[in-house]
């Protein structure tokens, strides 16, 4: 990896912390567009332990001060993104008011009744629907997103990119992230699903607004511990195999057509209908039906999933493009579709300052 075009000062860097990984983009602007200037990718080896990046400051601090310089990247400030289990997310009704501002109170009293952390424990970002500061002339009720976290998971944050030596300019959501890189301007109902290595989000956009988000205890490594204690190899040959077919050789592991997407096409199906159900049911959606779905994060290659999705649910099932509202230099097309879905959350959060 190296530094892709003109070196010069603005780029914004996105950060995505994963559970045992990091993954970095810096973009720049340039009229309006953005343009990849470089990227960077860490992973830590899978441990039997199962302690996620985040809980450990200090290694992940190191991790990204490395992946940052061999990358080449030049911006300080950095973006990052609370990890979707991690966050509280809901959409208030509240009395329309000519200062929104005065809503905080109203606002702040409703989340109290809703969040599991009392709010003096949390941090909390209030987006109003309308975009408006002030209310519509004749509006009654005003809509808003209000999305929280612990101070403690901010704190953490903090240290770690302390470590790193880079200033944390922003806080964001995966959500808010993956409609940026992968949805855009599209306004129509919108489902994605990011399939990590130890949990899946999966979030409905509407509009561009994430009208229902869920994570759940999902990933890629399920599917590599399973090959792993079936046919007893190591956890690294697991996961070339994963990775490579959709099932084992017979002819090398005596496994006959070994069917491992069902420890992970069956529970994610359940969970889609779920949140499918939840969106339907909203009373603020306008659309209820998702039109389309949209693959990415890491795990999202593994051998047959977008078909086995699609066929199912009879719905359109695309992989997320990251690059498309993208300038790069086109001798890296290939290598830059091969990684993109592990890279979509870093690339919209490095989208945030340029759209």
């Not at 559970?19 to 953005?34: D, P, Q, W, Y």
């Not at 992973?43 to 991790?63: F, H, K, N, R």
Request: overall charge negative; hydrophobic content about 40%.
């Amino acid at each position: 990896m190296a530094l892709f075009g003109k070196q010069q000062k603005g780029g914004t860097l996105g950060v995505d912390i994963g559970a045992r990984s990091i993954k970095l983009v810096e973009l720049s602007s340039e009229k309006g567009r953005a343009h990849l200037m470089t990227y960077g990718y860490g992973e830590l080896p899978i441990s039997s332990d199962g302690e996620l990046l985040i809980d450990q400051p200090a290694v992940a601090g190191e991790l990204l001060s490395r992946v940052y310089k061999e990358a080449g990247c030049r911006a300080q400030n950095a973006m990052a993104a609370l990890p979707t289990s991690n966050i509280f997310s809901t959409i208030l009704s509240v009395p329309a008011a000519k200062d929104r501002k005065t809503l905080k109170p109203t606002i702040d009293a409703e989340v109290e009744k809703l969040s599991p952390l009392p709010l003096s424990e949390m941090i909390t970002y209030s987006t109003f629907l309308g975009g408006d500061e002030k209310a519509t002339k004749g509006e009654t009720y005003a809509q808003v997103l209000v999305t929280g976290a612990a101070k403690t998971l901010v704190q953490k944050y903090l240290e770690m990119f302390k470590a790193a030596k880079l200033q944390l300019k922003t806080l964001d959501t995966e959500s808010f992230a993956l409609i940026r890189s992968l949805i855009g301007k599209d306004r129509s109902p919108i489902m994605l699903i990011d399939l990590g290595a130890r949990r899946t989000n999966l979030t409905i956009a509407e509009k561009g607004i994430p009208f229902v988000t869920r994570s759940v205890n999902l990933g890629g490594d399920l599917l590599t511990s399973r090959i792993q204690s079936l046919l007893d190899v190591d956890i690294a040959e697991a996961e070339n195999m994963k990775l490579d077919v959709g099932s084992p050789s017979p002819d090398e592991h005596g496994a006959q057509g070994l069917p491992l997407l069902d420890a992970i096409i069956q529970p994610l199906l359940n969970e889609i209908r779920y949140v499918f159900q939840l969106y339907a049911d909203m009373e603020l959606t306008e659309a209820k039906t998702v039109e389309k779905i949209i693959l990415t994060g890491g795990s999202s290659h593994l051998p047959g999933l977008l078909e086995q999705l699609s066929s199912t649910l009879n719905l359109n099932v695309y992989r997320g493009n990251p690059w498309a509202r993208v300038a790069y230099p086109k001798d890296l097309s290939v290598v830059l579709e091969e990684i993109g879905p592990r890279m979509s959350v870093a690339v919209g959060l490095a989208m945030r300052d340029i759209e």
